[in-house]
């Protein structure tokens, strides 16, 4: 088997007599304007709706009011613009959903580089279909300190619609929608802060916390709604995942809401201490929360698996995977087909580990294949599995009897299942009876004791 915010939300003083009705009407005072000024982008001859690319006096507009030590308010309309560099220490504020900012070039439609202190608040950022340059996102971010982006929505980028490298970030109650390629990617960032945002219909990822090398990352990603991933470019779970760590030690992924990922909902490769807590995850094409590869110290608890092919796997004692915690979560209604063919026994396990795990207080329910399985072959070492109920799976638990096998303490389970309580395995072979029937022909590596058959 294939392993694996300085001022709340407002608008500016009305300009006067002079300006026509439509603008004065959106213009009103930031509440506690009087902490720092605020100018209007009408003040500098900045209009939306012209229907003409504005970039250069755009561009003069922000490094005159950075300068300043200003806020800006743009009003709300089409702004026609392209490769915009935010200056430091910049504060733009729109009217969410009516201050559109229109790209007419290529590659990044905003850009900030070596910057710090920039807030972005209120915009709509569409790609319009452009193309993108190489990897590069509709917002880009490049050794960027303080940044914030909040109640703003990114559209139709053409391979992602954020991307950061080596930069800290607060991204909160944003919209990504249609992105070609990814939603948000991080790369070398630290402490990213990702909270509240809504994720749809991306081609190949929601969002992607990646390091260069192994290391402390911090990322925090909470409260997210992602929907609809795909995974355009293939593989075996490279792309198509709703929330991707790879490499990101220390990483934090908290009561997000997500559904219809090709691959996973959660996914975590070569991650140390990475804690996977109250999440809701539908529908996920391969397995719902992995933990994979040289991954060590997995805390997944109190989540909600509806609908996968595996539900939660902790796997790659080959790799040295080792340490997870798997922990009152609510597993259903699995099913056996994916996206590649997984090799034997294939899919449809409620919970799989390896290492060093604990595997306690689960409920997993309807299962093709097991409920919970404890190693494959060799690769099973100090797996304590207790306390679990499990309904309706064809075999409740499985665990490796192989030679070279380690240790596995199976203890207090509720189980019903449609033909095998508890299997010892080797490899493909069974080789023992349902030892939940017959626990005294448990192989020398297993220990049995309080399991109990709920009858259906």
Known sequence: MKRRLFLTHAGTAALGAATPFSVRAQTRPLLGSGLRGTRNALEFGVAPDTDIDQTAAFQAMLETVAAEGNALFLPGGIYVLAGIELP???????????????????????????????????LSVDAAGRPADGDQGLLELRDTTGFTAEECSFENAGVAAIHLERSSAALMRNSVTDASGVAIFGRDSEGLRIDGNTVRRCANGGILVYRSEPGRDGAVITGNS??????????????????????????????????????????????????????????????????????????????????AANGISAPNLDHGGHGATISGNIVRNLHADGPYDPGFPGFGTGIGVEADAVVTGNLVESAPLYGINAGWGPFLRDVVVASNTIRDARIGIGVSAADGAGRALIRGNLIAARETGIQAHAWAKAVAPDLLADPAAAPANITLSDNLSSGG
Do not use: K
Request: contains cysteine; aromatic residues 6%; negative net charge.
């Open 88 to 122: 430091d220490g910049l504060l733009i504020e729109g009217i969410p959903g009516r201050t559109r900012l229109v790209h007419a070039g290529t590659g990044p439609l905003l850009s900030a580089s070596q910057a710090t202190a920039i807030t972005l608040r209120g």
């Open 226 to 307: 992602i929907s609809e991933i795909g995974a355009a470019n293939g593989g075996t779970g490279q792309w198509g995942n709703g929330i991707n760590l790879f490499r990101a030690d220390d990483t934090i992924v908290a009561n997000n809401v997500i559904s219809g990922s090709a691959f996973s909902a959660i996914r975590g490769n070569t991650v140390r201490n990475m804690q996977v807590t109250g999440n809701v995850c539908r529908d996920s094409g391969e397995t719902a929360i992995y933990a994979e590869f040289a991954f060590a110290n997995a805390l997944i608890s109190d989540n909600i698996v509806e609908g």
